[in-house]
């Protein structure tokens, strides 16, 4: 028929989550008999409601699936997609299938999307088949006004993909949470590092805070430590196989904790839904199960089920009785802070000397190692990117030197991926906090690894408030979500003012900065900027911001072909927020004098 000209293609309202989920019942049972992981990517940015062809696109992707499943004999298949362009209209999407198979090489890559052709003649006698689908794929795409393409490593894996405009439907739901259950607290656990990753990401895109483990082991840490710092879980989603501790007995140490609030439990499996559902009785706490692969609405309508009802208040986050009593046994110790932007820095100073803690500063690794030679500190935050020392250099530097082999050393990183916490504790590290910070799991970080230098005093409790001399706060900042910000910096309104002020001052040239080092073929202080705005976004709640630069960030550590593109979206969504913030933020009062008591608040505060 495409030879012919007889086929035609539609258009016409779909959901593109329906097509996915036809998708996944063809190839979950294969994928699953095979131990294969199948994932799906979905960008937030992809609408829910589009106008093309469902039953093509459907076809595409199913072939491409299905080979995906057919050549791969460990590992996984992510089928992801994204928007490549965009109009008032219409989206340009792009899709693809990443497989973990036999690869191809160049010369057998040029032939695929030929009538009846393969790779090679093994091919078809090991796996069957004719080759056909790819071609016919790729004259449905031709037809539909896009274009295929594949890229693989020979024994590495393959990814197929295609482009196809859909027009833009009419928006039927919404996936953001009820404003008032904006920001719970998710775990993710999951074995599988690029499944936690995607639903870090659908999670953080429907508001939630979101926190990843690796295994069931850390998982059962992570809420304890949650639940010390006075921020519980809201919910868990657990993965079902895991090595060493499986899904049902971590669920079941989680019951065990006896947890005045206890998360919910959501179990997550490729395959045996019937059989997990025998064994999710009431001793392991289990309330739902959810099939992989997962879409971001069948996430989104499991978490608003189980935490329907539950409300989480706007506002600085308030630490448990118990860490505040915690918190006065480490008042008096020694910080040295080593952070390289202003903003960060400021900000983790407001909340280490809110707790009576002295806090040293340092610019970058040098300077570091230089102040941990010659001073006494009884703890180092360290960030990880930084100028001419980073914080892993650091680290391994410190660690040379006998008397500095028991400093606790904190890893302070927006960089929260498993392999970014395993480089931190290779290089001497002890532990991790996720940029942008939270306050009470710092304070909590803290007390796990201080030394108590004397009895518990109320030392937030007892602090008198300093009043907030702000004349007006603007009701709302496109850009910005400012109950989030608030709470980074604890509720001060003047504080958080004075961040955004700052951050228009030294990041609004980013972009051009950004260029400049590209322009010198200077990729690691392209990344590092990337990086940096990533961290500041994330503290003064500029969510959308953070989003895009975490993206840009890792094309240009991958050198993809999305980057021009993704430089364009960040331009424009930090232009964006410059102007919105110009316009919306009070006129900066005049200097107010305050008579402050450097000692009683604990700063020593050098910026060499």
């Not at 980013?510 to 705005?533: F, G, P």
Request: hydrophobic share 45%; proline share 5%.
């Amino acid at each position: 028929k495409i030879e012919a000209g007889k086929l035609t293609v539609e258009n016409t309202d779909f959901e593109l989550e329906r097509v996915l989920s036809t998708l996944a019942g063809f190839l979950n049972e294969k994928a699953a008999s095979k131990g294969l992981e199948l994932i799906y990517d979905i960008a937030p940015d992809v609408p829910h409601n589009l106008i093309s062809d469902p039953l093509r696109i459907g076809q595409i992707l199913l072939n491409y699936g299905s080979n995906a499943v057919k050549f791969t004999e460990r590992g996984e298949v992510c089928i992801s997609v994204h928007v490549k362009e965009r109009t008032a209209t219409d989206v340009l999407l792009y899709c693809a299938v990443r497989d973990t198979g036999i690869g191809l090489t160049l010369e057998q890559q040029q032939r695929l999307f030929l009538s009846f052709q393969q790779a090679d003649m093994s091919t078809t006698r090991k796996y069957g088949g004719t080759g056909l689908g790819l071609a016919i794929s790729k004259g449905l795409v031709d037809m539909m006004g896009g274009e295929v393409g594949v890229e693989s490593i020979q024994g590495v894996g393959s990814t197929f993909w295609f482009t196809v405009r859909a027009g833009i439907g009419a928006q039927t739901r919404s996936l953001i949470p009820n404003p008032d259950l904006r920001g719970c607290r998710a775990l993710v656990v999951d074995d599988n590092e690029h499944v936690r990753t995607v639903m870090h990401d659908m999670l953080q895109a429907m508001t939630f805070h979101v926190v990843t483990a690796p295994s069931g082991i850390l998982a059962v840490e992570e809420v304890k430590l949650a639940d010390l710092s006075g921020q519980p879980f809201n919910i868990v989603f657990l993965d079902w196989q895991m090595p060493e501790m499986d899904g049902i007995e971590t669920a079941r140490l989680i019951k065990a904790l006896g947890l005045a609030k206890p998360p919910h439990v959501i179990m997550i499996t490729a395959f045996g839904r019937d059989e997990l559902a025998t064994l999710a009785n009431d001793n392991t706490g289990i309330e739902k199960i959810l099939t992989k692969p997962v879409t971001p609405s069948e996430l989104f309508d499991t978490a608003i089920s189980a935490l329907r009802g539950e409300r989480q208040q706007y506002g600085a986050a308030e630490p448990s009785s118990l860490l505040v009593e915690k918190l006065g046994t480490i008042s008096g110790a020694r910080i040295l802070l080593v952070e390289d932007n202003e903003i960060n820095r400021e900000v983790a100073v407001e909340l280490l000397a809110e707790v009576g803690l002295f806090i040293d500063s340092a610019e970058n690794g040098l300077i570091a190692l230089q102040k941990v030679r010659s001073n006494n500190y009884d703890l180092v935050l360290m960030d990880m990117q930084m100028p001419v020392m980073d914080g892993v250099t650091a680290t391994i530097e410190i660690r040379k030197h006998p008397d500095l082999a028991t400093i606790p050393i904190i890893a302070m990183t927006a960089n929260v991926m498993q392999q970014d916490r395993a480089a931190c504790i290779a290089a001497g590290m002890n532990d991790h906090i996720a940029k942008p910070i939270d306050p009470v799991q710092l304070w909590a970080t803290l007390l796990k690894w201080i030394a108590p230098h004397h009895s518990a005093l109320a030392t937030l409790q007892g602090q008198p408030q300093r009043p907030d001399p702000v004349p007006e706060f603007p009701e709302s900042i496109t850009g910005i979500d400012i109950p989030l910000g608030l709470r980074r910096v604890r509720g001060k309104k003047q504080f958080f003012l004075s961040m955004l002020r700052k951050f228009i001052a030294g990041h609004r040239d980013t972009t051009m900065l950004l260029r400049q080092a590209l322009d010198n073929d200077d990729w690691n202080s392209a990344e590092r900027l990337a990086h940096t705005i990533k961290g500041v976004s994330g503290n003064i709640g500029a969510v959308f911001l953070q989003e895009s630069a975490q993206a840009l960030e890792l094309a240009l550590r991958e050198r993809n072909d999305k980057l021009e593109s993704l430089i364009l979206q960040f331009d424009k969504t930090l232009n964006e927020l410059v102007v919105e913030l110009e316009t919306k933020l009070p006129a900066k009062p005049d200097a107010i004098p305050v008579s402050v008591d450097n000692e009683k608040l604990g700063v020593i505060y050098s910026r060499q």
